[in-house]
């Protein structure tokens, strides 16, 4: 398949124009989806936050963009829940630079003091072994398989809900999230950019990838995932400060989402 320049919606997608990328040929029809700027309060914007199908994308759809982000720089995700934010602009988004002042630790560490105190003494027995004590970050785990193999794997496995598909104009999925102007997570944090810091952290330690979006979700793929419990239980207790409902309202504590997670290569999250 003939690479060939970006058609000239994609281009209004990059700030410098978009020039000298470029894309397999057969894009299937869609169109750019601007901010609404009465949801963002923000004015106009200067450019499309994404590019979305008008259609169901299929997983080989999925595969081929994420194959071609290199020469692109548009990078793939599967939408969840079209009409509400995705079609109306419901979105608000942010300048990828801004992750650069994020840590993963730096947001555990604030989440986990903030939530603590204001839980019940008895509800620490929810974070068991760690309690009030922030554990830091896990270990990187180890790689079962490649990362792309693997978020192509499960775009697969998803896109059989019949999601559209969306293009982001970003270097990495986790940047994606914010350029986009995703805001799955309000309820939890109000500001997007520090949960792209750590999404970011795990494409590095765990090989995570971002696949597919909601309104209040978000899927990633993950080849190297925990594949023994007490890195599994680290790992969960990262997830309970990046998204407390998956805990909270899941199994109840660590030591029980910790064994929903250990060796899966998929992780998924929601919000209330």
């Not at 320049?5 to 894309?23: I, V």
């Not at 079962?144 to 896109?159: M, Q, R």
């Not at 950019?193 to 765990?206: G, H, N, T």
Request: hydrophobic share 45%; charged share 20%.
């Amino acid at each position: 398949m003939d690479d060939h320049r970006l058609p000239r919606e994609l281009c209004a997608l990059f700030a410098d124009g978009g020039g000298g990328r470029g894309l397999p040929a057969g894009l299937p029809p869609g169109d750019v989806v601007w901010p609404d700027p009465g949801y963002t309060r923000q004015g106009e914007a200067a450019r499309p936050a994404f590019w979305m199908s008008d259609d169901p994308a299929t997983g080989e759809d999925w595969a081929l963009l994420r194959a071609w982000h290199a020469h692109s720089g548009l990078w793939p995700v599967l939408l969840d829940e079209s009409a509400q934010p995705w079609a109306v602009g419901q979105v608000v988004p942010d300048d990828p630079r801004q992750i650069d002042h994020f840590t993963a630790e730096g947001f555990m560490t604030e989440v986990w003091e903030e939530w603590v105190a204001q839980m019940p003494k008895e509800a620490l027995d929810e974070l068991e072994p760690y309690g009030a004590i922030c554990p830091g970050p896990a270990a990187p785990g180890v790689l079962k398989a490649e990362p792309g193999a693997v978020a192509d794997w499960l775009a697969g496995e998803l896109a059989a809900k019949g999601m559209p598909l969306g293009l982001v104009a970003a270097g990495r999925g986790a940047d994606a999230l914010a350029v986009m102007g995703w805001q799955g997570a309000l309820h939890h944090n109000e500001w997007m950019v520090p949960l792209a810091a750590v999404v970011r952290s795990w494409e590095d330690r765990f090989g995570a990838r971002v696949v597919s979006v909601g309104f209040n979700t978000l899927d990633l793929s993950v080849a190297a995932p925990p594949d023994d419990p007490e890195h599994a239980l680290h790992v969960a207790a990262e997830h309970w400060a990046f998204c407390p409902d998956n805990v909270v309202q899941g199994p109840g504590d660590l030591q029980g989402y910790a064994e929903q997670i250990m060796g899966r290569h998929a992780w998924s999250f929601w919000w209330d």
